[in-house]
């Protein structure tokens, strides 16, 4: 017999699978304005049809009487098992109208909803209707299939699933009224961000979907050069502050547009971000851009969008960076390791525990200077409360940052052993891992099935974080164990 716990875990999956089911019937309304393309729809239809039907069965077979509170484990189950058959089923279109293979297929799927960018696609080839899709599903992938699901829906089980994928702060106390806001901030992002992209020279087509690659902090572009192809002051200022945006917590967001300025500027990721950006674009140009780029208005501009780009780990480009040297690679590396701010739509360490791992060093320091017998509080500022940290929050942040950058090296490991230079194993794997999507020439429609792979399984774990898939499989195996031992006796 299924357990209470276990009937909610198949429901909410069930109605979570229904959402990109509903996501994929989206494209179709390009057909519009490009009929000539009517041809493709079948390849979104089959599989929506899929999803919904799957999702309604689920929703409605296994749906309990009141439904329980599910903590973190079981939100875990419902996020990552979602994102699995997702991310799997969203690989169709890439398959039927594109020809790619399953791990290509897969790889770009992943990629996307992962809010990732890095591509095998071949963007002059793809017809318009899948162009869409890959903007489409950045964009859900930034707001997240769960926030979708919870503004949608209300139960008691908010919290636990919201938290394992990984937007633990609510801007309201209701979660599902936090959820509509998250969507709503998010929409308009998206609508004011097409706008402006309209404003400054981009037609409508590619205005839309890098409005949406860039306030989902994806990277997906229309055009071979990405944003470079239209060498535009104005079209990157514009990325510029939708990237910016895209990086935010939506808590601080919520505080910026409410006015609560001062909460915004005492945040702790918010200087982080204003003085790592700072020192790396200056760094960059004087050891990289002003040598490479002879006009300085270029150089500097250069500096500016790709510290930007990497730091939000949005993976949008205006250069390629096979030319650039050791110094200018390590400094994108290492902002491709820090990344955004915690619950935004940006990947890789997060802003918050580099910053708590920084001020820990600073702490230890001044604990070794005190008297034995001082008492010492230590505090940073997140949102508008002051948040106390103590000892365990330090050793969790710790380890996070052990698993991280063992699964980094483990990454870049697989990718030496392919034969490519350590530079360029180092660079792809962050970009890969972080959710960032810049590359320096590793990922290509031609490279080798487990180099996809080990990429694809490192946005994947870059997305949704270690802990959500550990503890997720851990529940699942004792769960099944335990149930066999039953049966057995």
């Not at 198949?10 to 309304?29: D, K, R």
């Not at 039927?96 to 002059?124: C, P, R």
């Not at 055009?223 to 917590?249: F, H, K, Q, T």
Request: aromatic fraction near 14%.
């Amino acid at each position: 017999m299924i357990s209470k716990q276990y009937k909610a875990i198949f429901s909410y999956t069930g109605f979570i699978l229904f959402i990109p089911g509903l996501l994929m019937l989206t494209p179709i309304l390009a057909l519009c304005v490009y009929p000539h393309e009517i041809i493709y729809s079948q390849g979104f239809i089959l599989p929506s049809a899929v999803l919904m039907i799957t999702g309604i069965c689920f929703w409605k077979g296994f749906r309990p009487d009141i439904y329980p509170a599910l903590n973190f484990r079981e939100g875990g189950i419902i996020v990552v098992s979602s994102w699995i058959i997702a991310c799997t089923v969203s690989a169709y279109p890439f398959m039927n109208i594109l020809k790619l293979n399953f791990t290509q297929a897969v790889f770009e799927s992943v990629s996307g909803l992962t809010t990732t960018g890095l591509s095998v696609v071949d963007v002059t080839a793809a017809p318009k209707i899948i162009l869409l899709w890959r903007s489409i599903i950045q964009l859900a992938g930034g707001a997240g299939l769960a926030i979708i699901m919870l503004a949608a829906i209300a139960g008691p089980s908010g919290t636990g699933i919201s938290s394992a994928e990984g937007r633990s702060d609510q801007l309201v106390p209701h979660v599902r009224k936090s959820a509509k806001l998250v969507l709503l901030i998010y929409t308009g992002y998206a609508v004011t961000g097409t706008i402006a992209y309209v404003l400054v020279g981009m037609n409508l087509f590619d205005a839309i979907n890098h409005a949406f690659a860039a306030i989902s902090t994806g990277g997906f572009s229309t055009r071979v050069e990405n944003i470079g192809y239209w060498d535009s002051p104005a079209i990157e200022a514009v990325s510029i502050c939708l990237m910016i945006l895209g990086n935010l917590n939506f808590m601080t967001a919520y505080l910026l547009f409410t006015g609560k300025f001062r909460s915004v500027f005492r945040n702790c990721e918010i200087r982080l971000f204003a003085v790592s950006a700072t020192v790396s674009v200056v760094l960059l140009y004087f050891f990289v851009c002003k040598d490479q780029y002879v006009i300085p208005d270029k150089a500097i501009r250069v500096a500016l969008f790709e510290v930007i780009t990497a730091l939000t780990t949005t993976g949008f480009s205006t250069v390629g960076y096979s030319e650039w040297n050791a110094m200018g690679l390590h400094i994108m590396i290492t902002l491709m390791l820090i990344g955004g701010g915690t619950c935004s739509t940006a990947g890789a360490i997060k802003q918050y525990r580099v910053y708590l791992l920084f001020k820990s060093v600073i702490w230890e320091i001044e604990k070794a200077l005190l008297p034995r017998t001082a008492v010492i509080s230590h505090t940073v500022w997140i949102g508008e409360r002051k948040e106390y940290i103590d000892s365990e929050r330090i050793q969790q942040v710790a380890v996070f940052l052990f698993f991280y950058l063992s699964v980094f090296a483990l990454g870049v490991g697989i990718l030496t052993g392919y034969g490519y230079g350590l530079k360029e194993s180092l660079f792809e794997f962050a970009s890969s891992l972080g959710t960032v999507g810049i590359s320096i020439g590793i990922t290509n429609a031609n490279a080798p099935g487990g180099v996809l792979w080990t990429e694809t399984i490192g946005m994947f774990m870059g997305r949704l974080e270690f802990f959500v898939i550990f503890i997720s499989f851990a529940k699942i195996l004792r769960d099944f164990s335990d149930k066999c031992c039953r049966f057995a006796k």
